[in-house]
């Protein structure tokens, strides 16, 4: 019998916008599609336990802003970090 695994990883083939926001995770890298028409990538930096909203880490520099579910018409995740169970 094979030892319980300690690690799973979530490959993403192609990015997928995410509908359900309880399949996102902290340094997930992400893409997302603002109800304005904006687009906006980066990394996931913290969740709400509700999963109502999330604040990222916007690439170039650009800082740190908050993505409510209400505000983003499709979320895109590009790149999934390594989790362990």
């Known amino acids: 019998m094979r030892p319980p ?4 990883i979530r490959r993403v083939t ?3 916008p995410v509908p359900d926001w309880s399949k996102l995770a902290r340094d997930d890298t992400v893409t ?3 109800s304005d028409g904006n687009i906006v990538t980066g ?3 913290m969740l ?3 999963r109502s909203v999330f604040w990222m ?3 170039d520099g650009l ?5 409510p579910l209400r505000e983003a018409q499709s979320v895109t995740v590009s790149k999934t970090r390594q989790r362990k169970q």
Do not use: F
Request: proline letters at 4%; zero cysteines.
């Open 5 to 8: 695994s300690t690690s799973v």
């Open 14 to 16: 192609s990015p997928q």
């Open 32 to 34: 997302v599609l603002r």
């Open 43 to 45: 990394k996931i930096d």
């Open 48 to 50: 709400a336990v509700d």
């Open 57 to 59: 880490i916007q690439n």
């Open 63 to 67: 800082g740190r802003i908050m993505i």
